[in-house]
């Protein structure tokens, strides 16, 4: 075997995939607003809720619902954007079934055949 | 003849000679339509087999994420081979510098150690639920196994970096 693709289907790579982000983007969030002088205890103190409940939300140990995820946002002072839409079909796109990031092998170059072969 | 055979020095074996004989495998997700593959991720064998159980449904006794272990390990390789941002706080930390440049990527649940063969380039070598490495303190035993790895794969020279900041292992 020289490689192993880890495929959980599409239904949970969705599910996985958006909750990691949410979660990431809140971190990131935090960090910046981190660097400026905003503690966790005072995030916590803005939400009305305790440290150990917004640490667990952030770290993925506890569920983040709609609310909650609104909350954070104002308490953090960021505008939340979101958007269903229909995949794009551009030119040089990925094609996901298709996609791969194997290619650890040097790319073989092989001379096309002569006309009397 | 003892001293010729001495003298011949033996290649350095590079990533492409790991995976033709086997030593490593190379591990992939499905990216999204305008996902690029910035990183590289690559297991051992018995990582492998690791990651065929969790497919299969092992879950941890206690879970602490809310979503399945399947589904943070795949969120966790996409994030890192489309080349996001991994967060690296003090206590959110996606990756953790240890000893001997072993690294350790993070879900709620899941732990996974292993070293950067280059900048942007992991080999995961373990796989255990978070509950289990904590209980049993297993850290120390994880590192000192890879660093034993990498020296029986003739690698600590070369296919190794040894800095200990973000900013040594991943370029974004």
């Not at chain 1, 229909?86 to 001379?111: C, E, F, L, V």
Request: hydrophobic share 40%; proline share 4%.
């Amino acid at each position: 075997m020289t490689f192993f693709r880890f495929d959980i289907g599409a239904r949970s790579r969705t599910a996985g995939r958006l909750m990691g982000r949410v979660r990431r983007e809140l971190l990131r969030a935090v960090t910046e607003e981190k660097q400026a002088g905003l503690t966790q205890q005072e995030l916590a103190r803005r939400l009305q809720s305790g440290r150990s409940n917004v640490n667990r939300q952030l770290s993925g140990e506890a569920e983040i619902t709609l609310r909650s995820l609104a909350d954070l946002a104002w308490a953090l002072d960021r505008e939340i954007t979101f958007e269903l839409r229909r995949p794009d079909q551009t030119t040089g796109q990925n094609i996901a079934p298709q996609t791969s990031t194997i290619g650890h092998k040097p790319i073989r170059i092989i001379a096309p055949k002569s006309s009397d072969e | 003849m003892f001293f010729l055979k001495a003298m011949i020095v033996q290649p350095m074996p590079t990533i492409t000679d790991l995976v033709d004989n086997g030593a490593i495998v190379k591990i992939d997700v499905e990216l999204a339509p305008h996902d690029q593959p910035l990183r590289l991720l690559y297991g051992t064998p018995q990582f492998i087999a690791w990651l065929q159980e969790i497919l299969d449904g092992a879950r941890p006794a206690r879970l602490l994420g809310h979503t399945s272990p399947a589904e943070q390990i795949d969120d966790l390789f996409h994030s890192f081979l489309s080349g996001e941002h991994l967060v690296f706080t003090r206590q959110f930390r996606v990756v953790r510098a240890e000893d001997n440049a072993v690294w350790e990527l993070k879900t709620p649940d899941i732990r996974i150690f292993g070293w950067f063969m280059a900048k942007d380039c992991f080999v995961a070598v373990f796989g255990n639920w978070t509950d289990t490495i904590k209980d049993h303190d297993l850290y120390r035993g994880y590192r000192i196994a890879i660093r034993r790895l990498r020296r029986e794969l003739d690698l600590d020279a070369t296919l190794c970096v040894r800095g200990v900041a973000p900013d040594d292992v991943l370029s974004v």
